[in-house]
C-alpha cells in the first residue's frame, strides 16, 4: 500500500543526546514536510524539502536538522541543542503536480512519533 | 504571517447532533483544506477545496469554500462518537520558492452519548 511510514511510534531521548527521526514515502511525492505539536495544541512547520537535495527552514528550525538525499526519504534529528524536544513529530508529503513551488495538491501525513525525554 | 482562525476552539455536542465549524483568514486562500486528527495520530484529510464558491460533500461531511475567499466552513451531519477528534483547517502559502500549508488552530469535538 501507497503511504507515509514515520519510525519509531515511541521515542526516549537522554539529555545531550541526539535522535533520529525517520520518515519514509512511497507515494513519488516530490516535498516533504515536518511538523512538531505539543499537547493541544496545532502544527508548527520545523523543516521542508520541496526536491531532492533540498531544504528550508521552517517557524521554529533551530535545534533541528534534516537531510534530503532520496526522494522517499527525509530524516529529522533532533540536536541535543533543542532545549525543550518532548513533542509529537509529523511528516508529511505533497504531489507536485500543478507545479512543483505553486502546487496546491494537499500534503497526506504519516502516523507520528511521540519523542520523550529520559 | 498569515493566520487562520478556527471557531468554536471546543465543543461538546450529542449523539446525533449536527455540527457545524468555520475557518476565517484575513488573507485569500485559493485553496482549503480541511483535516481530522485523532488522538495519537497523524491528520487524515477529509476535503479539498479549490474553488471559490465550492460546495463538497463527503458522506455525513459538507464543506463550503466561502465567496469571500477568506472563509471556508465545515459541517457534520448526524454525528456518531467516532467524530470525536480535533478538525483543522489548512490552506497553502507560498514563498516563491515553495509551497506551504498555514493551519488553523483546530476545534476539538466530543461527543457524549
Known amino acids: 500500500d501507497g503511504g507515509i511510514t514515520q519510525s519509531p511510534k515511541y521515542l526516549f531521548r537522554k539529555e545531550g543526546q541526539n535522535v533520529t527521526l525517520s520518515c519514509e514515502q512511497n507515494l513519488n511525492h516530490d516535498a516533504m514536510y515536518w511538523y512538531r505539536q505539543d499537547p493541544g495544541q496545532g502544527l508548527r512547520l520545523i523543516y521542508y524539502s520541496q526536491i531532492v537535495n533540498d531544504f528550508q527552514k521552517g517557524d521554529i528550525a533551530e535545534g533541528y536538522s534534516v537531510s534530503r538525499e532520496k526522494k522517499e526519504s527525509f530524516p529529522l534529528t533532533v540536536t541535543s541543542a533543542q532545549k525543550n524536544p518532548t513533542a509529537f513529530y509529523l511528516c508529511?508529503?505533497?504531489?507536485?503536480?500543478?507545479?512543483?513551488?505553486?502546487?496546491?495538491?494537499?500534503?497526506?501525513f504519516g502516523d507520528g512519533t511521540r519523542l520523550s525525554i529520559l | 504571517g498569515q493566520q487562520l482562525n478556527q471557531s468554536p476552539q471546543s465543543m461538546f455536542i450529542q449523539e446525533g447532533e449536527d455540527v457545524s465549524m468555520n475557518c476565517t483568514s484575513s488573507?485569500?486562500?485559493?485553496?482549503w483544506l480541511w483535516y481530522k486528527q485523532d488522538p495519537g495520530e497523524g491528520p487524515v484529510l477529509l476535503i479539498a477545496l479549490y474553488k471559490a464558491g465550492e460546495l463538497t460533500s463527503n458522506g455525513r461531511l459538507t464543506a463550503q469554500f466561502g465567496i469571500t475567499r477568506k472563509d471556508s466552513f465545515l459541517n457534520i451531519s448526524a454525528s456518531i462518537p467516532s467524530d470525536v477528534g480535533i478538525y483543522f483547517c489548512?490552506?497553502?502559502?507560498?514563498?516563491?520558492?515553495?509551497?506551504?500549508?498555514?493551519f488553523g488552530t483546530g476545534t476539538r469535538l466530543q461527543v457524549t452519548l
Open positions: 488573507s485569500i486562500f485559493n485553496t
Open positions: 508529511a508529503s505533497r504531489s507536485g503536480t500543478g507545479g512543483l513551488f505553486y502546487s496546491n495538491q494537499p500534503q497526506h
Open positions: 489548512a490552506g497553502p502559502t507560498y514563498t516563491g520558492t515553495a509551497s506551504k500549508l498555514t
